[in-house]
């Protein structure tokens, strides 16, 4: 995603790399951009002086079943408020969750997963709709959602069967709200937010008898970020994890930052599935696993080195390498030597397609859109944000209001960049104050030292170019971990985007993955 000390250059460096939410290359999502409410500034940050109102905490229990794997599944939804504290029992934060229990939530011993999307600034509707839950919007794979009216299906790869799922907004997004004294800078931050996703999770497991259930977390794009930082936390102070499910991962920022070229070696193997699927590749390989492969070891091999010459490049090398890319990428060779073998991804998703006055997408480059301006040097959006934003928005609010009974007096956020994002504290405590990319390789490599028995899975989207696979590869056989510890996590690949849950034929191999993995996390 990015790397960056200053929150102003951590956020350029997320849309370089390509996800905010996501992992690093034009913009950020964690979830498709919405427009935030600019109105609802003044209620999430606290003028100086004024206090914010605390309301009160408030549930609305109903009940509803669906089937999974060919059996019912009866399910009790919890939808409501829980209100955190500060050190001095001060309420900071009113915490928005959706919670889907079997039998009622009576079984202690059940795992329960709690879920959360990133951003910074996105709520947790993405994957509440999309993913696990037990109601998802029905969508068409690469194809854009059509306009009203839209439709949920019950989800019959839901991981209801597996655990029980809390969904949880972050503070200031969905109906998440600062409450009492708190201001911005308490939560927006990754520190901060993760001492507030730790109170509350330690609040829900204490309210909720869940202090001996198998536990799991489960984020994607920034959430991935969080998951790392949190899983720490929450050992630091006494509740052991089982497992962590990392989707679409962002764990390093500093593939972005200038002068840098780590994030042009890990973009080139997304970018070339992303030519193969638009059929740019010539003599298209039939197999496109073995054809990332092949392509991982050029970009780990002889294109790594080739950049590592920089300026000193030969230039019958420089020929040679450029080639080989425009084999991989569908580009000119020329083109890929004038970007001096440095294809930026927002040119890439711009110059892929040029000929046919089409781009691809940021957060899912099978997804094809147009710009005013064929001939202009980057995309003036993210079709596939565009693609899904509005069904998902939709049926969120429709859903909560008419099945499980739950209005608020104010309006749901599904993004909220514009207040949180732009001023998210990119600084880490432990650092002592030095200014340095975002890293939180080390926070999920000390936690799996510590607890031998912690179980992370990662899924991968092929056509991500927010969160790219083999910068998680990376990332993850990075943290310094020994051969028994580095059995403990598993990988899945899956022939989707960011969001990989938008096709259903790579939700239901991720369910399959996941269900194995949960019988081995949690037996």
Do not use: C
Not at 28 to 55: H, R, S, V
Not at 83 to 98: A, E, N, Q
Not at 232 to 243: A, H, I, P, R, V
């Amino acid at each position: 995603m990015r790397p960056m000390p200053f929150a102003s250059l951590a956020f350029a460096t997320l849309l370089a790399l390509g996800s905010l939410p996501l992992h690093a290359a034009d913009d950020t999502k964690d979830a498709p951009k919405a427009q935030a409410d600019k109105g609802d500034k003044d209620k999430n940050d606290k003028n100086a002086t004024d206090e914010l109102p605390i309301p009160p905490e408030r549930s609305v229990v109903t009940k509803h079943s669906v089937r999974i794997g060919g059996r019912t599944v009866n399910y009790q939804a919890t939808t409501g408020t829980l209100l955190i504290r500060d050190d001095k029992g001060k309420p900071t934060v009113s915490f928005f969750y959706v919670a889907y229990t079997a039998d009622g939530g009576k079984n202690s011993k059940r795992p329960v997963t709690f879920f959360y999307n990133g951003g910074p600034g996105s709520s947790s509707m993405w994957l509440h709709m999309g993913s696990f839950g037990p109601v998802r919007v029905a969508n068409d794979g690469d194809k854009p959602i059509p306009p009203a009216p839209y439709h949920t299906v019950p989800n019959e790869f839901s991981l209801l069967d597996k655990s029980d799922l809390v969904f949880i907004d972050a503070p200031g997004t969905g109906y998440s709200q600062l409450v009492g004294k708190a201001e911005g800078k308490d939560v927006y931050g990754v520190d901060q937010d993760a001492d507030a996703f730790t109170r509350f999770i330690t609040r829900y497991v204490s309210a909720n008898n869940r202090w001996n259930s198998p536990k799991f977390l489960f984020g994607e794009s920034y959430g991935t970020t969080r998951s790392a930082v949190l899983v720490k936390s929450l050992q630091d102070k006494g509740m052991e994890f089982n497992g962590v499910v990392l989707m679409s991962s962002i764990l390093d920022f500093s593939v972005a930052a200038p002068g840098i070229d780590h994030g042009y070696i890990v973009n080139l193997p997304t970018e070339a599935a992303i030519a193969w699927y638009h059929d740019k590749v010539p003599n298209k390989p039939a197999d496109i696993r073995a054809f990332l492969a092949e392509v991982r070891r050029f970009a780990s091999g002889d294109y790594t080195l080739a950049l590592a010459k920089g300026d000193a490049i030969d230039p019958a090398e420089a020929d040679r390498i450029a080639n080989q890319m425009s084999h991989y990428l569908g580009l000119s060779p020329q083109y890929i030597k004038e970007a001096n073998l440095r294809v930026r991804p927002s040119r890439f998703r711009k110059e892929l397609l040029r000929d046919q006055r089409l781009t691809v997408g940021r957060l899912d480059g099978r997804f094809e859109g147009i710009d005013p301006d064929a001939a202009g040097e980057t995309p003036d959006g993210d079709t596939a944000s565009d693609a899904v934003t509005g069904a998902y928005v939709a049926m969120f609010n429709q859903y909560v209001a008419n099945e499980l009974k739950y209005t608020a007096d104010r309006p749901y956020l599904p993004n909220n960049y514009g207040v949180i994002n732009k001023d998210w504290d990119w600084k880490r405590k432990k650092t002592g104050g030095w200014l340095q990319a975002t890293y939180v390789g080390d926070d999920l490599g000390d936690a799996m030292r510590r607890n031998p028995h912690l179980k992370v899975f990662s899924a991968n989207g092929y056509y991500d170019l927010a969160t790219p696979f083999y910068a998680t590869e990376y990332d993850l056989t990075h943290l310094g971990l020994e051969p028994a510890q580095r059995k403990n996590i598993s990988f899945g690949f899956y022939p989707s985007g960011h969001m990989i849950y938008l096709d259903q034929q790579s939700l239901e191999q991720a369910k399959a993955d996941l269900s194995r993995y949960y019988d081995d996390a949690a037996p």
